[in-house]
């Protein structure tokens, strides 16, 4: 009996499900670019439970015939290529005839298709048909996966949560709406409609997808060179963030990873962007076919280029001459507060910016802190700039003398008299440490106190930030923030940390959920990371003025911290010289 043997076709299919069908988003993967290979103008996705019970993508395509609705379930069977030459010529997104028969192994499929003169259906169960009839359906598509691997229990209890399952979704359907605005999209999740966007130009879409702001804030690209096309919109320097989320790639329509072409992208902003920040672009790469493989990664997520690094080189000299353009790119400056340090009198500039519409939704979520607005003082009043400091209590008794005077050198560094010489004091990074340190005690125990705004503001998220940004919120209100939910993805903030001062809110929020989300994880080191960043944002700049109180009350608080010699990033904050080294720099000794 041979011990080869050539395994049936159930075997074959469920083998190539591993390979395409990873999980949930996957299949929506592949079945909306079977949308959009149909030519359709419209699709609307509907899952539940995270993928898990559920997906459906419905679609005003071209549909199928009766004969063609069979094979398409059958292995390799494909309307895209058939021939080598079409191989190396591939145009469309799905070409291999995988997808389907994959999916169908491991799942619950129903089909209804109109081939522009009736409708037909199918049902499949384990990829072997159970019904196949006619239906009313009188456009389109309409494709139906249930169950996915409830035939296969040891692929289904390694999917993920729900939640963490539509977020991957979310990523996916997110692409496809910024890589095809020419289409419309309906995304609906347990119910809710997360995207709803009717077709429009890319920079239209951009905005719909995050926000009004973007739309002051992108610059176009679009220049041919050859057989070589890029189009799409890079950020200034008002998008840039702490990770690599703004960052988007197609090739053909196709969205792709390439870490080469996207190191290089950021290399264009290395002059003029901060070390761990990352540019914000939407690119479109188009290319004759036969100069790229996209036949390389089972999922068609990466591809080879035939010519590399001409490529590279040509989408690097269109974004560098677009930055050369400085005035687009800079960020906006706003100043909310001026301090004369001559007369030490305070002058306030305040700019009304939007006004806030108040049709907010009336269900808050339970992770947001249930903000009372009647506790909101009318008569709020600045007593002085940096008047943060008088908050701070010490059990300690001053390091310093009554007598001590204390000097402020270039509005940066403190310098005092000790026993033993000279103390010089960065006051930036001791700030930094004494709020470090503040904030971690509070994360432990009572919330720190919050500051109400005058002029409450709001910021919205796109639906996959969104849903991160929920997870830390307990976290922001330890810290002193005050939020509730303003619907469509949105909060509005009420009160903020008492440290800060206006205008950090939104960066410290958009800075700890950056960390959040690039290392998907609430740990130790995560909130050491929310502490740190707080401090650093909140605490007095090289630059302020402190009056001679604040100076004092700054060292004393410092020194009653656990480590006042390091900031929480590892600069060192205090730098003594002893009289001996004073005397023998004057030869005294």
């Not at 080469?260 to 914000?280: A, H, V």
């Not at 007095?540 to 608080?557: M, Q, S, T």
């Amino acid at each position: 009996m041979n011990k080869i043997k050539i395994l049936p076709d159930n075997i074959i299919n469920q083998i190539a499900a591993g390979e395409v069908v990873e999980n949930p988003s996957s299949v929506v993967k592949e079945l909306i670019e079977n949308s959009i290979d149909s030519e359709a103008l419209s699709i609307k996705i509907i899952v539940k439970n995270g993928g898990h019970d559920l997906i459906e993508v419905i679609d005003d395509g071209c549909g199928m015939s009766r004969d063609d609705l069979l094979l398409a379930f059958s292995r390799h069977a494909t309307s895209k290529i058939n021939n080598k030459k079409s191989l190396n010529n591939i145009s469309s997104l799905g070409f291999r005839g995988e997808a389907l028969p994959s999916i169908a192994s491991v799942s619950r499929v129903n089909v209804l298709t109109f081939d522009g003169k009736e409708g037909h259906e199918i049902v499949l169960s384990k990829g072997e048909l159970d019904k196949r009839e006619k239906s009313a359906i009188n456009k389109g598509t309409d494709i139906k996966i249930k169950q996915l691997f409830y035939n296969t229990p040891a692929r289904k209890k390694f999917l993920k949560s729900p939640s963490q399952e539509l977020r991957n979704i979310t990523k996916i359907v997110k692409r496809f709406i910024l890589s095809y605005p020419n289409i419309s999209f309906t995304y609906q999740a347990d119910g809710k409609i997360i995207y709803k966007f009717s077709a429009t130009s890319l920079k239209k879409r951009i905005v719909q997808l995050f926000g009004s702001k973007y739309s002051d804030n992108i610059i176009s690209i679009d220049s041919k060179e050859g057989d070589y096309r890029i189009r799409g919109y890079i950020g200034n320097l008002n998008l840039v963030q702490k990770r690599r989320g703004g960052q988007y790639f197609f090739l053909n329509g196709r969205f792709v990873i390439s870490e080469s072409i996207s190191n290089s992208i950021r290399n264009c902003y290395d002059s003029i962007m901060q070390r761990g920040e990352f540019p914000f672009f939407i690119l479109f790469l188009e290319l004759d076919p036969s100069f790229f493989d996209i036949n390389v990664h089972p999922t068609k997520i990466e591809a080879r280029f035939s010519h590399k690094w001409d490529i590279i080189n040509f989408i690097n000299n269109n974004i560098k001459k677009e930055l050369k353009k400085i005035l687009k790119v800079l960020p906006d400056i706003s100043f909310t507060t001026k301090i004369d340090s001559i007369d030490n009198d305070l002058k306030l500039d305040l700019e009304l910016k939007k006004e806030l519409d108040f049709r907010a939704q009336d269900t808050i979520s339970d992770k947001f802190y249930n903000f009372n607005k009647d506790q909101i003082d009318a008569d709020v009043k600045i007593e002085k700039a940096l008047d943060r400091l008088d908050d701070y209590e010490s059990d300690n008794s001053s390091i310093m003398t009554k007598d001590s005077q204390i000097w402020q050198i270039h509005n940066k560094y403190l310098v005092t008299e000790i026993n033993s010489g000279l103390l010089i004091i960065d006051q930036h990074v001791a700030h930094e440490r004494i709020l470090y340190e503040k904030v971690k005690k509070a994360f432990n125990s009572k919330a720190l106190p919050s500051q109400s705004i005058l002029f409450p503001k709001t910021m919205k998220f796109d639906e996959e930030d969104y849903s991160k940004f929920l997870d830390i919120v307990p976290f922001l209100e330890k810290i002193g923030y005050k939020m509730r939910e303003f619907g469509n993805n949105s909060i509005i903030i009420e009160g903020v940390p008492s440290d800060i001062k206006w205008g950090n809110e939104e960066d410290i929020i958009n800075d700890v959920l950056d960390r959040y989300i690039e290392y998907d994880k609430l740990s130790s080191s995560y909130l050491d990371y929310v502490a740190a960043t707080y401090s650093c944002k909140a605490a007095v700049k090289a630059g302020d003025f402190l009056e001679k109180e604040e100076r004092k009350k700054l060292i004393d608080n410092l020194f009653a911290t656990e480590n006042p010699y390091y900031c929480p990033h590892g600069r060192p904050i205090v730098i003594s010289i002893k009289t001996d080294e004073l005397d023998k720099r004057f030869e005294r000794k």
